[in-house]
């Protein structure tokens, strides 16, 4: 059982950044795989980022160069920092974790990230 809480959500104008924050517990964090999608209105669910137990990471080419996905085992935390956002960011972004070795997926309530042109 892992519990994730996202903050950092908010709205900005196109050009700036955001750093979102997702606190997981009830599990150890350090085996946990990490990733961040998002869902904007009327599409599907995207992968955003992924981060591995190992700290390795891949994104979607849609954010390449612009978002950076980091995690401090320390805190249980995951960063995603969004630089030179877009109005096409805008969506409800969702923290996501799945336990090494297993299948076991749980994923954050959301938070709102919406960009103005």
């Known amino acids: 059982q892992v519990q994730l809480v996202e903050s950092g959500g908010g709205l900005v104008q196109a050009g700036g950044s955001l750093r979102l924050s997702c606190a997981a517990s009830?599990?150890?964090?350090?085996?946990?795989?990490m990733g961040w999608y998002r869902q904007a209105p009327g599409k599907q669910r995207e992968l955003v980022a992924v981060?591995?137990?190992?700290?390795?990471?891949s994104y979607a080419e849609s954010v390449k160069g612009r978002f950076t996905i980091s995690r401090d085992n320390t805190k249980n935390t995951v960063y995603l920092q969004m630089n030179s956002l877009k109005p096409e960011d805008t969506a409800v972004y969702y923290c996501?974790?799945?336990?090494?070795?297993?299948?076991?997926?749980?994923w954050g309530q959301g938070t709102q990230v919406t960009v103005s042109s």
């Open positions: 996501h974790s799945r336990i090494r070795y297993t299948e076991n997926e749980y």
């Open positions: 009830g599990s150890i964090f350090s085996i946990n795989h």
């Open positions: 981060i591995t137990s190992a700290g390795s990471t």
